[in-house]
T-cell receptor, first 112, second 113 residues
């Protein structure tokens, strides 16, 4: 059975801290790994990773994939209260359609 | 550009009732999906469709049905609602040319009592 596991499940930090969120996977037919941010409504896309060792960066957020270790990390530096959200990791499978297997999510709370 | 539109946003159902969650996309995407998200959990795929007239089961299809008569619409039918179907439902779509870019609707909050 395809599985995606995120850790920690919940994290509370102070504004300005740096956080690292983890995602590990066991799937057949890996195509891509995606990170989403979910506030009150629908998940919004952050990154898509397909190649190992290549960092993707967007402002204070960055992510990297390690295909050997079957894992990915999402880093957020100089956190702000607006970063408070659930961060979802999903793995896309090689299928006719882009079927995603989601992890449970990490609930990140940034305190002022 | 409306993207993916879901209705209703909120609904309370009694056990045994049936209802249809509507989903429409105006991006001419080939692929459409229905996910559910239980509290504190990630999303699980219920059904998906790769084009009009073609549907297939995802991880958790029991208790649901779908149809895809046109490219734009992908309704999800709940038959004989059960408390276990209390969840948030997300419809999504993606294009065959960029299957990794999935667009989500705003979600439908469903409570079965």
């Amino acid at each position: 059975e395809d599985k995606v596991v995120q850790s920690p499940l919940s994290l509370v930090v102070h504004e300005g801290d740096t956080v690292t969120l983890n995602c590990s996977y066991e799937v057949t037919n890996f195509r891509s790994l995606l990170w989403y941010k979910q506030e009150k409504k629908a998940p919004t896309f952050l990154f898509m990773l397909t190649s190992s060792g290549i960092e993707k960066k967007s402002g204070r957020l960055s992510s990297i994939l390690d295909k050997k270790e079957l894992s990915s990390i999402l880093n957020i530096t100089a956190t702000q209260t607006g970063d408070s959200a659930i961060y979802l990791c999903a793995v896309g499978l090689i299928q006719g359609a882009q079927k995603l297997v989601f992890g449970q999510g990490t609930r990140l709370t940034i305190n002022p | 550009n409306a993207g993916v539109t879901q209705t209703p946003k909120f609904r309370i159902l009694k056990i045994g009732q049936s209802m249809t969650l509507q989903c429409a996309q105006d991006m001419n995407h080939n692929y459409m999906y229905w996910y559910r998200q239980d509290p504190g959990m990630g999303l699980k795929l219920i059904y998906y469709s790769v084009g009009a007239g073609i549907t297939d089961k995802g991880e958790v299809p029991n208790g649901y049905n779908v149809s895809r008569s046109t490219t734009e619409y992908f309704p999800l039918r709940l038959e004989l609602a059960a408390p276990s179907q209390t969840s948030v439902y997300f419809c999504a779509s993606s294009d065959r040319g960029s299957p990794n870019t999935i667009y989500f609707g705003e979600g439908s909050w469903l409570t079965v009592v």
